[in-house]
């Protein structure tokens, strides 16, 4: 069964960083591009970031380019989402969603596993 | 970017109802299209993928068509736990772009 464990989510005010981590089982880990989908309270689904299998690519959302890093540790079933200098509009819900298969792969970049998301909140 | 659009907004339908749920993209993406569930307080569920396949263990009750930027998603013979906000995405090119969702609720 495949697992998405997202943490390291809290309150942090604007300007400030934050590392969020998402530690996966239940598949190979390696062989799946990892996404991260945050949601703003009330509203919909914004895709934030993506990196692919071996983490020698990354995409990034116009929001969020500059500021946020997406990286994996293949050693460690882990990807990892390091936000800086964030803004009060970055608070959300963020999501761990593993695709189907390769980012370099179309086809199979949709996403088929979601984790239970991690609560960012940037307030003063 | 490929911008995403879905329509309507929001519905009512009744149990039993047919809904037809609209997406539209700001450039043709072949059929490189996904359509996720997300019931209230719940995490997004992976409904259709490639605009018309169903994921494994979906009701058949859901459908799904289009290709290049018109998409429609379908659901025959509503049921109760339909009750949700469907999002459509597009995964042809980064960024891998949502729709603003279609919420459908109890007539």
């Known amino acids: 069964e495949v697992q998405l464990v997202e943490s390291g989510g809290g309150l942090v005010q604007p300007g400030g960083s934050l590392r969020l981590s998402c530690a996966a089982s239940?598949?190979?880990?390696?062989?799946?591009?990892m996404n991260w989908v945050r949601q703003a309270p009330g509203r919909g689904l914004d895709w934030v970031s993506g990196i692919t299998g071996s983490g020698g690519g990354t995409r990034y959302a116009d929001p969020v380019s500059g500021r946020f890093t997406i990286s994996r540790d293949n050693s460690r079933n882990t990807v990892y989402l390091q936000m800086n200098s964030l803004r009060t509009e970055d608070t959300a819900v963020y999501y761990c969603?593993?695709?189907?298969?390769?980012?370099?792969?179309?086809?199979?970049?949709?996403?088929?596993?979601w984790g239970q998301g991690t609560l960012v909140t940037v307030s003063s | 970017d490929i911008q995403m659009t879905q329509s309507p907004s929001s519905l009512s339908a009744s149990v039993g109802d047919r809904v037809t749920i609209t997406c539209r993209a700001s450039q043709g993406i072949s059929n490189y299209l996904a359509w996720y569930q997300q019931k209230p307080g719940e995490v997004p569920k992976l409904l259709i993928y490639a605009a018309s396949t169903l994921q494994s263990g979906v009701p058949s009750r859901f459908s799904g068509s289009g290709s290049g930027t018109e998409f429609t998603l379908t659901i025959n013979s509503l049921q109760p736990e339909d009750f949700a906000t469907y999002y459509c995405q597009n995964y042809y090119s980064a960024p891998f772009t949502f729709g603003p969702g279609t919420k459908v609720d109890i007539k």
């Open positions: 969603a593993k695709a189907k298969g390769a980012m370099s792969t179309a086809g199979t970049r949709y996403l088929d596993n």
């Open positions: 239940g598949f190979t880990f390696s062989s799946s591009a």
